[in-house]
């Protein structure tokens, strides 16, 4: 470490710093492991060493999960890590990281409370609260599906509306599944399988069953989803990258008598097949993208983007699309020179 004036900490209260630091330490490790400083505690003191940057968000963190002891909220790793992510985020003047960890956003399903571990997913909760359309994009694992489908269970449960529709693109059997062997439910179960794991997480597999039985929960292929309107639901969009720009002005103008639409995907990974031309093939116009190009800043309608910095899954997850995303930056880079 170099030698410089540490920063240093007090604390009112012996047994809430404890708490802070964590079973055997284990809170002020993530901290150090992440920012690349050292904490050491002496008495009811927390002296940060390291190069002033990091130990001012070090500082940060530490003040804003005693805050949040000193008012009741009991501190995991997941809370820490989670005050990470907020410092290291851009915010407003409008936001705190102490109310953003506090649960002013939480989504409350039958099973799960969820709280945002982002500051890029705070906004994003609190556009799916407020607004009627709302696209969720960036890379996998930042949570932009999951809190989707939490969120509309939610809405669900406290009857704000009396239906959840959730569609895809089924794009590897070209929406055409008549060659599937099953029934309908078993050829297009398996392209929705991620959205029946938020579903069992936030209804439980027998309350979610029971009620896709009654018809409150309805789960269909894009292509159904053709000449219809829809009233008084929650529609979700996944994998919105694959549609085509007429799909999706197809399933945007489904919205009917209080309704919202949630629509989640990657424009970064869109699986749409080239399209053949006189010059050869080039690549097919991606209905996301071309949606929020032509609808970013209308009333009514948010657009919030995810990072690579915001993948909440394991950490080696985050690490993983990272790379991938430089490696593309450098592939176009060539292919510009």
């Not at 690349?36 to 009811?44: A, D, E």
């Not at 530490?62 to 410092?87: C, F, H, M, W």
């Not at 060659?179 to 392209?191: A, M, Q, R, S």
Request: aromatic content about 6%.
């Amino acid at each position: 470490m170099p030698d410089q004036s540490p920063l240093q900490l007090t604390f009112s209260s012996n047994q809430l710093l404890q708490d802070l630091c964590g079973r055997h330490d284990a809170h002020l490790q993530l901290i150090e492991d992440n920012l690349g400083v050292q904490l050491v505690t002496r008495g009811n003191q927390l002296a940060i060493f390291g190069p002033a940057p990091q130990a001012g968000q070090a500082k940060q963190v530490l003040e804003d999960l005693y805050e949040l002891l000193k008012n009741g909220v009991a501190i995991s790793p997941s809370q820490v890590e989670a005050a990470l992510r907020l410092t290291d985020g851009v915010l407003d003047s409008s936001m705190r990281s102490t109310d953003l960890l506090s649960g002013s956003t939480t989504i409350v399903t039958p099973h799960l409370k969820l709280m945002p571990r982002s500051v890029t997913q705070h906004r994003y909760v609190a556009a799916l609260q407020k607004n009627t359309l709302v696209f969720g994009t960036g890379p996998a694992g930042t949570g932009k599906t999951y809190l989707a489908v939490a969120q509309a269970v939610s809405m669900l449960v406290g009857r704000q509306v009396s239906r959840i529709i959730l569609t895809r693109p089924v794009l590897e059997a070209g929406e055409r599944l008549g060659f599937l062997p099953g029934t309908f439910e078993e050829k297009i179960d398996p392209y929705l399988r991620p959205l029946f794991d938020a579903l069992d997480d936030t209804l439980g597999r027998d309350r979610w069953a029971k009620m896709r039985e009654s018809g409150q929960i309805e789960i269909a292929p894009l292509a159904y989803m053709r000449g219809r309107t829809i009233k008084d639901s929650i529609m979700l969009l996944d994998e919105a990258q694959n549609t085509t720009p007429t799909q999706m002005k197809m399933f945007l103008t489904r919205l009917g008598e209080n309704s919202r639409m949630f629509v989640t995907g990657d424009p970064a990974q869109s699986d749409l097949p080239p399209l053949r031309t006189s010059q050869g093939y080039v690549p097919q116009p991606n209905g996301l993208k071309d949606a929020m190009e032509t609808l970013d800043g209308l009333r009514d309608i948010e657009i919030v983007r995810f990072r690579e910095s915001d993948v909440v899954r394991h950490p080696l997850v985050s690490t993983i699309v990272t790379a991938y995303a430089e490696r593309e930056r450098q592939l176009n880079f060539k292919l510009g020179e």
